[in-house]
């Protein structure tokens, strides 16, 4: 038997690495997707060779991640219950994607994965594998091990020379990639307390910000943000430098009561300094170009594309209907943003574009050219009818 695991060489799939081949007498080949986390992907590497993986696969994806995934979701305004840009929820269905053409060059017959029995990802590597190849067998080792204690891990790793990383005392679980960082455990169950500072590791605190507000211009083409201050940045490049400089600033906290699709309530605490600033610009350059009903009305399916990023139906066929509705949307969105970072915020405080549909002889009060004035009384009297009818029959209050 051959499994395709996907392997992020910290703790528990270094033991699912050795509890695959043992419990299943199965040849494991090890996959590690390179989306701008922190750790070292070298040592996952030569960690999985040590623990007897056959193959490696060690790919940087962050190009991918970006364009096809967060910048997908940053075109929609997608954001989950109106706070959470969704960094891990977006790079799920990338790694299932790997997984499964992996797996069928490997001529595998299974896939696995890292996730636990309360968390989200469970259930998105399984919808995803799933909808891309339902002949594949997905297996959970965490769920099915009985190795549920530090205790148990560490003399299953004694008993059978696993090689693993070097406990750290810190007690927070960490996810991170290009587009954010999500924080858990520890200190942070209890809700009634402030998050501790020790929890951020890529943003300053708003207190501890520069005293000075900087200005970031970012340029946008058919809604793909490509530029900053003038310079062309490749994806990677941009989001980088933006996650630098907001963090900063103290740009991109956010401590939240999540809904997790799997029906519980949990505190979510991320950092995402480039897709904070990218999403206030974005947003800002569409209410310049659309049309108020359209703005408005994208507005709802916003809301429906972040619900089903996180709820693992990125393979689905409404996210590809919507992604039409996007696309066709996004021609407009050309043009450049002036963002003030500032002590934690991100202020939009200039915008243009040759597609703009602000217009300064019906705008200003200033100029009486464009605006016939006249016209307001007879627009007022037939807008007003449903409540002058409603009140005349006495249904109103």
């Known amino acids: 038997m051959k499994i395709v695991l996907a392997y992020s060489g910290g703790l528990d799939t270094s033991l699912a690495l050795a509890w695959l081949r043992r419990t299943y007498d199965a040849e494991v080949v090890a996959f590690c997707a390179n989306l701008g986390q922190v750790e070292d992907l070298g040592e996952a590497e030569a960690r999985a060779k040590a623990n007897g993986a056959t193959s490696v696969y060690v790919e940087d994806l962050r190009h991918e991640f970006l364009t096809d995934y967060a910048f997908r979701a940053l075109r929609a305004d997608a954001v989950f219950e109106t706070r959470y840009h969704m960094a891990a929820s977006l790079?799920?269905?990338?790694?299932?994607?790997?997984?499964?053409?992996?797996?069928?060059?490997?001529?595998?017959?299974?896939?696995?994965?890292?996730?636990?029995?309360?968390?989200?990802?469970?259930?998105?590597?399984f919808?995803?594998?799933?909808?891309?190849?339902?002949?594949?067998?997905?297996?959970?080792?965490?769920?099915?091990?009985?190795?549920?204690?530090?205790?148990?891990?560490?003399?299953?790793a004694e008993e059978n020379a696993v090689?693993?990383?070097?406990?750290?005392?810190?007690?927070?679980?960490?996810?991170?990639?290009?587009?954010?960082?999500?924080?858990?455990?520890?200190?942070?169950?209890d809700i009634a307390l402030a998050p501790p500072e020790e929890v951020y590791t890529i943003t300053r605190s708003?207190?501890?910000?520069?005293?000075?507000?900087?200005?970031?211009?970012?340029?946008?083409?058919?809604?793909?943000?490509?530029?900053?201050?003038?310079?062309?940045?490749?994806?990677v490049t941009l989001v980088r430098h933006l996650n630098q400089v907001a963090g900063e600033h103290g740009v991109g906290r956010i401590d939240i009561m999540e809904n997790r699709l799997v029906g519980i309530k949990v505190r979510g605490v991320y950092e995402a300094p480039a897709a904070a600033v990218l999403y206030e610009a974005h947003r800002e350059l569409e209410n310049l170009v659309l049309e108020r009903d359209l703005f408005q009305y994208k507005a709802l399916l916003s809301k429906k594309y972040a619900e089903l990023v996180y709820d693992a139906k990125w393979f689905s066929a409404l996210r590809g209907s919507l992604d039409a509705f996007f696309d066709d949307v996004r021609r407009r969105v050309t043009g450049e943003v002036t963002v003030k970072l500032y002590k934690g915020s991100a202020t939009v405080?200039?915008?243009?574009?040759?597609?703009?549909?602000?217009?300064?002889?019906?705008?200003?009060?200033?100029?009486?050219?464009?605006?016939?004035?006249?016209?307001?009384?007879?627009?007022s009297y037939i807008w007003s009818m449903p409540g002058r009818v409603s009140g005349l029959r006495g249904a109103i209050g």
Not at 353 to 368: G, I, V
Request: hydrophobic fraction near 40%; aromatic fraction near 8%.
């Open 91 to 125: 790079s799920r269905p990338l790694i299932a994607k790997r997984l499964v053409e992996i797996a069928k060059a490997e001529n595998a017959h299974a896939v696995a994965h890292g996730a636990t029995g309360k968390g989200n990802d469970q259930v998105r590597f």
């Open 127 to 156: 919808a995803g594998i799933a909808a891309l190849a339902p002949e594949l067998r997905v297996i959970a080792p965490v769920m099915e091990w009985d190795l549920t204690t530090r205790a148990r891990q560490i003399a299953f």
């Open 163 to 189: 090689s693993i990383p070097a406990f750290k005392s810190s007690p927070y679980s960490r996810d991170t990639n290009i587009w954010g960082t999500s924080v858990e455990c520890g200190p942070l169950d």
């Open 206 to 235: 708003p207190e501890s910000a520069p005293d000075r507000p900087l200005l970031v211009r970012i340029g946008f083409e058919n809604g793909v943000p490509c530029l900053v201050d003038g310079e062309r940045l490749d994806p």
């Open 349 to 379: 405080v200039a915008r243009q574009s040759e597609n703009s549909l602000y217009h300064l002889d019906f705008a200003s009060y200033e100029s009486e050219a464009a605006f016939d004035h006249s016209a307001g009384t007879g627009f």
